[in-house]
């Protein structure tokens, strides 16, 4: 959860029209203010959907924005709004965190019992879907990869299949499970991976991102090389 998408002030007038739509069936905008208007509430409404709030009531959003416009007397002190959005969202997080933590566990403790993954010391696990044959990567080392990450609802965050092109990074640069999966794997090889919550994201997530907190994350990892000439210019 970003609290950052609701911070409105941060909304500027180009950013506001550079995601104006002015085609629309219910209204219609007649001036520079219209479209200003409208383009504005689309800016609003795409961070609030950003936000992934449970629930929104956009009647009492509009009232609390027509009450500050003419200047009459709102329900809670705009000095006071910001805080009570911080709490609101802290808490929610927490409570987030803590429904994915126990997901997440449910959830590897049946996968470990599958045939076929294996569970390493730090919780990580693993599936082998091809073996390869050549050297294994140190943290060191520069690798090339494809891969695919998802949340345990199938949910797809990220893919170097999907952009066309193999990934490059370093071993030692990732999150510590995805550091710990490549170690384990020879150039060539393809895995599954589960990776922990607290060997990924852990209790922050990814705002950036659809990771939500104490997230377990899927990869589909596929080892093509490692650039030791440019690991040892580092």
Wanted: hydrophobic content about 35%.
């Amino acid at each position: 959860m970003n609290i950052k998408k609701l911070s409105f002030v941060a909304l500027t007038i180009t950013l506001a029209l550079s995601s104006c739509n002015q085609k629309s069936s219910s209204v219609k905008l007649k001036n520079d203010i219209d479209s200003l208007s409208y383009c504005i509430g689309v800016s609003i409404g795409e961070n609030l959907k950003e936000a992934d709030l449970p629930s929104f009531n956009v009647e009492v959003f509009r009232k609390a924005v027509e009450d500050v416009l003419a200047k009459r007397e709102t329900k809670i002190k705009p000095e006071n709004a910001g805080m009570y959005i911080q709490e609101y969202f802290t808490k929610l997080q927490m409570e987030q965190g803590m429904k994915n933590l126990k997901e997440g566990q449910e959830f590897l403790k049946k996968n470990k019992e599958k045939k076929g993954v294996v569970t390493t010391a730090s919780g990580l696990q693993y599936e082998v879907l091809k073996e390869g044959t050549g050297p294994h990567p140190t943290k060191d080392d520069m690798v090339s990869i494809h891969y695919k990450g998802s949340l345990i609802d199938g949910t797809v965050f990220d893919s170097s299949y999907d952009r066309g092109q193999p990934a490059t990074f370093a071993v030692g640069g990732v999150i510590p499970g995805f550091t710990e999966a490549l170690q384990l794997m020879t150039v060539g090889s393809k895995y599954r991976v589960w990776i922990p919550a607290e060997l990924g994201y852990g209790a922050a997530g990814n705002p950036r991102g659809k990771i939500k907190p104490n997230s377990v994350l899927v990869f589909e990892i596929e080892l093509l090389s490692i650039d030791s000439s440019a690991s040892a210019k580092k």
